[in-house]
């Protein structure tokens, strides 16, 4: 079963523009993680952010946690037609068990 | 570094038959995954190694699915008989897991099975 929910299950924008992906969670977590995946590859770790920390940054990504409502989200800024893929929370509970959710399908148009 | 590498990279077989995916890790990562991906879904853990030892089974159906980590390095996923159903994406990924690590997962290219 997957925990993690995210929302939209696709988005479409225009090279430049901004891209936000939202995640829902069940349960209590160590830590939140991001990956994204391009068609037919493995999947590429972009971000972890632990249960205590709210915001994070990495170059053009930004994330957020908020536990007390249990979700995250991802921004994308300036995005790219290479940004193109899909993108997966994931967290990891007691036992460094990581759920992943079902995904946000990223079309970026140039 | 090459990564979590993984073969074969596709696998076409008949049902009822076996097949084996083997997968070697980063070096010197301790925790081994394999997960199943099917199409258009997130990934699904079947189990988890620490080391040598399966801590995390759970959801590996073990009628038909087996699993080993011999010497706590790389690892082969096997199925016999193979079912329609298993046509899917198998991925394996490491993890050097800490208590203050800032590092996720790193996932091989995946082996896909499709089963006719």
């Known amino acids: 079963s997957q925990q993690g929910e995210e929302d939209p299950q696709a988005l479409s924008i225009q090279e430049g523009e901004n891209a936000t992906m939202n995640c829902s969670y069940k349960t209590s977590i160590n830590n939140l993680q991001w990956y994204r995946q391009n068609s037919g590859r493995g999947l590429v770790h972009l971000i972890l952010i632990r249960s205590n920390e709210r915001e994070k940054h990495s170059g053009r990504l930004r994330v957020t946690l908020d536990t007390s409502k249990k979700s995250s989200s991802l921004l994308i800024t300036a995005s790219r037609a290479a940004d193109t893929a899909s993108y997966f929370c994931a967290t990891e509970r007691e036992g460094n068990k990581l759920v992943f959710g079902a995904g946000t399908i990223l079309r970026v148009k140039s | 570094e090459a990564g979590v590498v993984q073969s074969p990279r596709y696998k076409i077989i008949e049902k009822k038959q076996p097949v084996a995916f083997w997968c070697n890790p980063i070096s010197g990562h301790n925790t081994l995954y394999w997960y199943r991906q099917n199409l258009g879904q997130g990934p699904e853990l079947l189990i988890r190694?620490?080391?040598?030892?399966?801590?995390?089974d759970s959801q590996l159906p073990k009628d038909r699915f087996s699993a080993e980590r011999l010497k706590g390095v790389d690892s082969t996923l096997k199925i016999q008989p193979a079912e329609l159903g298993d046509s899917a994406v198998y991925l394996c990924?490491?993890?050097?897991?800490?208590?203050?690590?800032?590092?996720?997962?790193?996932f091989g290219s995946g082996t896909r099975l499709t089963v006719v």
């Open positions: 990924a490491s993890s050097l897991r800490g208590v203050n690590s800032n590092y996720g997962y790193t």
């Open positions: 190694y620490e080391n040598e030892e399966a801590v995390d």
